[in-house]
């Protein structure tokens, strides 16, 4: 059984930098598009991007020049980085595992729990 | 853009519900995804690729749908059912729609 468990500081001040980390623990690392979104509370999701075993990065242009997503192959773990932080980068932020199988049709499997991150002075 | 409608469905438990999910442009019905999402829960895989159900989705969830017009179908709403729907582009750049929520009448 796959399962994400992620952990990070849930409160920033305006400027600062978020940082979150995602341990996978359970099945398969590479092969996959390892994925952050974000909801705002009482919002909709919003995809921030997503990083494979190899390093290759695909973000949300609106976010683009903001984030960074690395990946530590070596402990199954992947991170999440975005800068200059406003009021309304306050939302849940999730990880999850983008899978595309052989029937090749990508979704997103395995959820982590949700980090609430707060930015607020 | 994805737009889904109604923003709410409000529907008695054993009814039947009708979700929609429609793309501003064409998009392949291999991209298109949809997950339940209950509160302060995770996002769950329900629907894959249009029409696929993901493992362990009981069959009274189906998918169908093509080109910009997507549907899903709940056939009949058991009480764990009542929560909100998201559609799913999964292009290049994947995007979600605003959702549906799905409620108690």
């Known amino acids: 059984q796959v399962q994400l468990q992620q952990w990070g500081a849930g409160l920033l001040k305006p400027s600062e930098t978020l940082s979150l980390n995602c341990g996978v623990y359970?099945?398969?690392?590479?092969?996959?598009?390892w994925t952050w979104i974000r909801q705002p509370p009482g919002k909709g999701l919003e995809w921030i991007g997503e990083?494979?075993?190899?390093?290759?990065?695909n973000y949300n242009p609106s976010l683009k020049s903001r984030v960074t997503i690395s990946v530590d192959t070596s402990k199954n773990q992947f991170s999440l980085r975005l800068s200059s932080l406003t009021a309304a980068d306050t939302a849940v932020y999730y990880c999850?595992?983008?899978?595309?199988?052989?029937?090749?049709?990508?979704?997103?499997?395995?959820w982590g729990q949700g980090t609430l991150v707060t930015v607020s002075s | 853009v994805l737009t889904q409608s109604p923003g709410t469905l409000s529907l008695s438990p054993g009814e039947r519900a009708t979700l929609s999910c429609r793309a501003s442009?064409?998009?392949?019905?291999?991209?298109l995804v949809w997950y339940q999402q209950k509160p302060g829960q995770a996002p769950r895989l329900l629907i894959y690729?249009?029409?696929s159900r993901a493992t362990g989705i009981p069959d009274r969830f189906s998918g169908s749908g093509s080109g910009t017009d997507f549907t899903l179908t709940i056939s009949r709403l058991e009480p764990e059912d009542f929560a909100v729907y998201y559609c799913?582009?999964?292009?290049?750049?994947?995007?979600f729609g605003p959702g549906t929520k799905v409620d108690i009448k």
């Open positions: 999850a595992r983008g899978l595309i199988d052989s029937t090749g049709y990508p979704r997103l499997d395995y």
């Open positions: 359970g099945g398969s690392f590479s092969g996959h598009y």
């Open positions: 442009q064409s998009v392949s019905s291999s991209y």
């Open positions: 690729g249009a029409s």
């Open positions: 799913q582009h999964y292009g290049s750049s994947p995007l």
């Open positions: 990083i494979n075993h190899g390093g290759s990065t």
